[in-house]
């Protein structure tokens, strides 16, 4: 699936896309926003970002404080609410739907519109003199902090820290924050200890003169502690920060969940080995002041690491001459490079996860004709068939179920009055994908049941060869990303055709299916280079709008490849595809393939068929085993 | 000619690469640094940059203070001078030649290693608290000054501009700044007239509320005006600085060089049309003085553009409330797209261009075997071939004339000792361009006098592959260069090889070889859209040390592409050849070419054989037609 899009909870799903009544909650907000209870001097303006404090892509329920306020529930998007107005930011995927979920006290705002002003922009436009303007430090990273602070302060305003979130204090049954059972990760499907991990991390800190690491991503804490939550839908984290100093870990997360035996062995609670690898556990509320302390003892030169994105609360407590604010963190690079286990482990369960979508497209092949499969219900189906399969865990993201024109909305999610019918005239597009204890998936495939058009097929020839060609690249040591995004896009540009959204993402391992630091994207300048044990997905797309939907997704590993030269020693890499569901024949014009084009799809699908044949096999799903074979077949 | 070579004058090739004695000037220097006479507190140490006041890739003698001090005279690097040490920071390109030619009172600063400091890093490191760090503020750009001043004073020294430049106190027989005649240049080679190009620029300022322009760019200014000068070798440059108001011009040059009759009557000095289109003229040095004046006078909102690579000293005159600073100004991206008649002249000059390089080639077929062809004297040829055809003002740069291991040097440049005959058994690879009135020229071809090996030919075709995959390629509207550069790789990357310079650069007309804003690279991420009208280079290459060196260079234009449809209305793009200089077919190895690239080959040899055939038959040029006619032989 492709990174930046939406993510609405099965509850959003069924709801009507019907604007939320705000008269009365924006009364209560303009009060608490004079109210000294909360704050030492009225504010003129509150702004509520999206995001939570760790900068998650994807919110827990309760974080969900910008559709509290006005209703709208896409993924991106900023209000702003004045004594007078109230305005909300996002951009063209959500025109419609915010247009839709908004009352008319709110003002959209469409970002990219040249016409549209920028919130500091408006902001300066709208408020009296010597205006301040809050928002809550915890939800707003640092950079932006800055950025919006200079251009207010510029124009005579002040941004202010308000320490109490002013959405909580009128949502009166705002749901608590999730505290789910934690899972430990044994080495058989860690790779590492975490004490390992613990220890690697703290050689990069020497290496760089670094005595203190302040961890706040989810998904980074969840991989250092080989632990797993379910605070999050679809993403297996869990809320907690970490500190990490040269001979201390201090880790913070709600105590109840310390509780468990497993937990505590996991994490030797009661029988540390090293005094260095002692945990000290604090509750999640206490890293402010925590950090407070270790802040006041540190010696004069000593410096901390911080990420950038994170909350500008954090990163305020560490005094500048100490801060080192990093784009990218040592834990989110090493998380990034899989381990042999975790390689094996994302090879496993893309093969159960092949078994299921062998099963579904087999299942659809009969269903289909009798006119009652709908997007939703094989969405279900898809879901169904999955947590079959050992060791499943759940979704890694709500299915992308589509067929004909609702294929083209690139967002696009199935709601029970856009909820089409499967048929035998109209292109189906299916992204999906799962978390199993090994491993994520990400899949993607575009098919036909009946004939598709000399145009559909040409369409998905041409991305088929842009899929290739990053695929089979093979490109020296130290490339980044985005130097192979238009491979993707050569053949669809070489017809006039295009698409509006990157190639690929890195891919967790029984983590979140979208993770930094690599990814293929004309519009990604600050990935790191591809690296052997990287897992990028490899999804280029062809959407005509009001018609249909391609789009091909595979999740690849980086591997080293093998050449006839070896320029400077650098030494090659190329991708070997993790997914391994056979790709439509039909869909293909064969004629626009060049014969290495050719032997690639007839390796893929031998491949599909030898791996994912034997577990077909082993799990005895006979009919699976025969659409697989079928549809294996090689081209000619 | 690929950008970031370096640059050397005809002198500097003759020298020896002996070191250049230093410790007098050193001694002088030093002085200076406590001389009251200069600055008003000693300062600890000094900054000698490589550029001169307007950041001009090439500079004047008069301006090569860092090789005046340390004796280093490649195009890159920066050297600094503390009261103990002496240390000259630059690149790859140039640790031998700088460890050649200076003195063991310098350390030679290797950057791009792991364990080379920083400047700031080493200043911070020798300094004793509370430095005092000199620079010349007209030759460091303001956002070096910006990050230098930072770094310095967060370790409690501080960067302090000096106004009076050192280096210029203790240089005896420095030249003095050219002030060469100047070249009007009439719409015959224009196509606009200065006051069209200052009515249009208006325009864009008008369109984003800017109500002054300084211009610093010696580029920018020739182009504004069309007048052309020779002060700085290889670049038709003249040294003006000029300020554009909405409505007034003032232009600072020499006031010798305005009392030519016909330069007089271009700028319509004495019979101004329209008050605002009236050229006010001071002399070059009064532009500090000037910028003041108008600065006092600024309106409160009133905003004022200037380049973010314009020297500290000029941008420091705007008050910051005042101050736009870009990255790349509007004359810059004007510049770059060009009108009709300069893509008529471009193309005219290429033709000439060809002719010369076919007459040489021809010339080489005979004269090689005689054993007396050396690089340095085909360089000569190739000059006095050039300079026959019509409108020839000199070379575009410097030529690169190189046999055999000298071809893997990719910053070649031959001199007495290091110059290699021609010869049966090597390959050769040249790269040379010229200033003609109508236009610029760079073209480089490898070639090979008797029969190359298999392993030469296999390297050339997957350059030429490259190069193929960039002049065919077809892209949206909207793409950035840089997209593009993986398409000149892939095919060598396939079997382990690579280049390690960018792909391509923007060339100007009858102007600077080198220009912004586009270019094809993977390291140029700020680059601007490519658009119809824009002439950059495609040069892939590869080098083999210590055996041959291959490069392959067109300079093409931007066109329209007509594809086969048309997402969102978009449009394409694509590539036209400008340079028609036959591509050897003896260096190619067929059997690795597509048909589509065989086609590509076979359709611009045709185009070669008509277009530059008619022009050798005009100028009765028999035996390089023979020649041109041999050379474009189909492929099948």
Known sequence: MMQG?????????????????????????????????????????????????????????????????CGFNGSAGTAIVTEQHAALWTDGRYFLQASQQMDNNWTLMKMGLKETPSQEDWLISV?????????????????????????LSNAGHSL????????????????????????????????????????????????????????????????????????????????????????????????????????REHLELDSPSKSELTIQCFSYESVYTELQAVCVALAPK???WICDKASCALTQVIPKAHRSAIPYTPLCLAKAVKNPTEIQ???????????????????????????????????????????QQKDFVGLSFPTISSVGPNGAIIHYRPLPETNRTLSLNEVYLIDSGAQYLDGTTDVTRTVHFGTPSDYEKECFTYVLKGHIAVSAAVFPNGTKGHLLDSFARASLWDSGLDYLHGTGHGVGCFLNVHEGPCGISYK?????????????????????????????????????AKT??????????????????????????????TQKERDWVNDYHRKCRETVGAELERQARKVALDWLIQETQPIV
Not at 38 to 61: F, L, M, R
Not at 357 to 371: N, R, S, V, Y
Not at 567 to 593: A, C, H, W
């Open 524 to 560: 990604t300048f600050a990935d790191e280079p591809l690296e052997a044990g990287m897992i990028v997905s490899d999804e280029p797309g062809y959407y005509e709008d009001g018609s249909f939907g391609i789009r091909l997704e595979n999740v690849v590993l980086v591997i080293p």
């Open 564 to 593: 006839k030269y070896n320029y400077r020693n650098r030494g090659s890499l190329t991708f070997e595809p993790l997914t391994l569901v056979p790709i439509q024949l039909k869909m293909i014009n064969t004629d626009l393939l």
């Open 127 to 151: 408020l009296p003199e010597n205006s301040k303007v809050g928002v809550d430090p915890w939800i707003i990273a640092a950079d932006q902090w800055k950025n919006m602070s200079k251009a």
């Open 5 to 69: 899009l939406p993510l609405r909870t099965v509850t959003d799903q069924r709801d009507a896309m019907s604007p939320k009544i705000t008269v009365e909650l924006l009364r209560q907000l303009r009060q608490a926003m004079k109210n000294s209870k909360y704050i030492t001097e009225p504010i003129q303006a509150y702004i509520v970002p999206s995001g939570d404090a760790h900068q998650s892509e994807y919110i827990a329920p309760c974080d969900r404080r910008r559709e509290f306020i």
């Open 302 to 304: 000593e410096k901390m």
């Open 345 to 387: 482990g994302m090879k496993m369960a893309h093969i159960k996860d092949a078994v299921a979508l062998c099963e579904l497209f087999a299942w659809l092949e009969k269903e289909i004709p009798k006119g009652k499969v709908t997007e939703i219900s094989v969405a279900d189906k898809a879901e169904e068939l999955r947590s």
């Open 160 to 263: 202010v820290a308000v320490k109490d979130n002013l959405i909580d204090a009128i949502w009166e049954d705002r749901p608590p924050r999730p505290s789910t059972k934690l899972i430990t990760l044994g080495l058989k499907y860690a790779g590492l200890t975490w004490q390992d991990k613990v220890t690697a991390l703290r050689g990069k800190m020497a290496e760089r003169k670094i005595s203190w690491f302040v961890v706040t991503a989810l998904d980074e804490i969840a991989w250092l502690f080989n632990l797993r939550g379910s605070d999050i839908e679809y993403n297996p984290v869990f809320f907690a920060y970490a500190i990490i100093g040269i001979s201390s870990i201090k880790l913070f997360v709600d105590s109840k969940r310390l509780l468990h035996p497993a937990v």
